[in-house]
């Protein structure tokens, strides 16, 4: 059990110093201030399938449920790409979607819209074939906290949709890029006094730069995964399971929910990556999806 627990700690260690030097943003809306990081304890996932076959036998009693159902999650698919989402990272192991079972109600209300070709999820999903700008996704998120709250839902159910909609649509890491290009206009800007020589110089070594930082980051990533599988498949070993969500604690801890999360980017970043892949899976001397066979066992 000491062994278990000495994993366990490596683990959170490895964690924090993988984002130690990552700048913690706030997403601010007119409606509701959210602390993005999670605070409720981990709730049983719902696949989204489930969610879309639900929302059709209530709306679409008289169409063909597979059809009607196909149409359908083609739709959401549409918004969540034109809001900035991205469906592929968006599913697990088994390439499923799901969400925890508290925000299944929001999804509901966005599926809904779509089926009865109504709201401002039908809007959006007719008047864009192209992405939606940042602003405008934050209007639509703004738009569903207000929605919410007349409908008399609780400031933290709120709360936990805006988290849903941020991390379904991608916004923090939107606004993230947007800052790096502001800062790389005002960069150039600041460039114009020079001679044009001293320009294309002052250029070539900003590329310089950030190349050496991405060659950097694709070798901490490397080194990271391996160092987290080996972790992983240490603690599977030592409390003799093959549910590597057992190690995050018990289904009311917290932090629990975050790590499965955290393991479903590893796999789609690993399936992007199969280099890393596969040394990743020659360190630890077996295939990863050994590790996370079970991750989404929730659902």
Not at 38 to 65: A, G
Not at 156 to 178: G, P, S, W
Request: proline share 2%; glycine share 4%.
């Amino acid at each position: 059990m000491f062994r278990l627990i000495k994993a366990k700690e490596k683990a959170k260690k490895l964690e924090k110093k993988r984002y130690a030097n990552v700048q913690d943003f706030e997403v601010s809306y007119d409606i509701i201030s959210l602390n993005l990081k999670r605070k409720e304890s981990f709730i049983r996932m719902v696949l989204l399938s489930k969610i879309i076959k639900e929302v059709v036998n209530e709306t679409l009693p008289h169409e063909n449920i597979e059809s009607a159902m196909k149409k359908l999650r083609r739709k959401f698919e549409k918004l969540v790409r034109v809001c900035g989402g991205d469906i592929e990272k968006m599913k697990d192991g088994t390439k499923c979607i799901s969400f925890p079972d508290q925000e299944k109600e929001f999804i509901k209300i966005i599926l809904i819209q779509l089926a009865k070709e109504e709201g401002l999820s039908q809007k959006l999903w007719e008047g864009h074939d192209d992405g939606m700008t940042l602003e405008e996704v934050q209007d639509f998120i703004e738009y569903f906290a207000s929605y919410l709250q007349k409908k008399g839902y609780s400031y933290e159910v709120i709360q936990d949709v805006v988290q849903t909609m941020d991390i379904l649509f991608q916004v923090r890491v939107r606004r993230q890029l947007a800052y790096c290009h502001r800062l790389l206009d005002c960069y150039a800007e600041n460039l114009t006094p020079y001679l044009y020589t001293y320009q294309v110089r002052f250029m070539e070594k900003l590329i310089k730069e950030m190349l050496l930082m991405t060659v950097r980051s694709t070798v901490e990533a490397s080194i990271y995964c391996g160092d987290l599988a080996e972790t992983l498949k240490m603690g599977m070993n030592l409390s003799e399971t093959d549910d590597v969500a057992e190690l995050y604690g018990e289904e009311d801890d917290p932090i629990r929910d975050e790590y499965v999360e955290r393991d479903k980017k590893v796999i789609a970043y690993l399936k992007q990556h199969p280099e890393i892949k596969e040394a990743v899976e020659e360190k630890i001397g077996m295939k990863n999806s050994s590790i996370w066979e079970n991750v989404d066992y929730e659902n």
